[in-house]
Nanobody, 120 residues
């Protein structure tokens, strides 16, 4: 069974950068897409970015131009570089994976999440 683990969360000031990592084990990582989601307090979980097997990338409008998703298949890891963080980016960030090579979901495997807090 696949396992997904996020890391890299923390507290930052507005405008600062943060890089999240998502490491996947238990499936052929290089064959499948990986997605990033976040859930802010009192709000529903939303998809914010995804990278397909062919490294095609997708972003929700609110993070376009600020966040960059990438993958290192040799390390079974997907990264989310977050620049120009804003208080509204405060949320728990989740990584998701499944036996799908495109960013279509739904996702069967989820990490426990990593908390990101942005103060103004």
């Amino acid at each position: 069974q696949a396992q997904v683990m996020e890391s890299g969360g923390g507290s930052v000031q507005a405008g600062e950068s943060l890089n999240l990592s998502c490491t996947v084990s238990g499936l052929p990582f290089y064959d499948y897409a990986v997605g990033w989601y976040r859930q802010a307090p009192g709000k529903e979980r939303e998809g914010i970015s995804c990278i397909s097997r062919e490294q095609k990338t997708y972003y929700v409008d609110s993070v376009k131009g600020r966040f960059t998703i990438s993958r290192d298949n040799a390390k079974n890891t997907v990264y989310l570089q977050m620049n120009d963080r804003q208080p509204e980016d405060t949320a728990t960030y989740y990584c998701a994976d499944d036996y799908e090579d495109q960013c279509s979901g739904p996702w069967a495997y989820w990490g426990q999440g990593t908390q990101v807090t942005v103060s103004s």
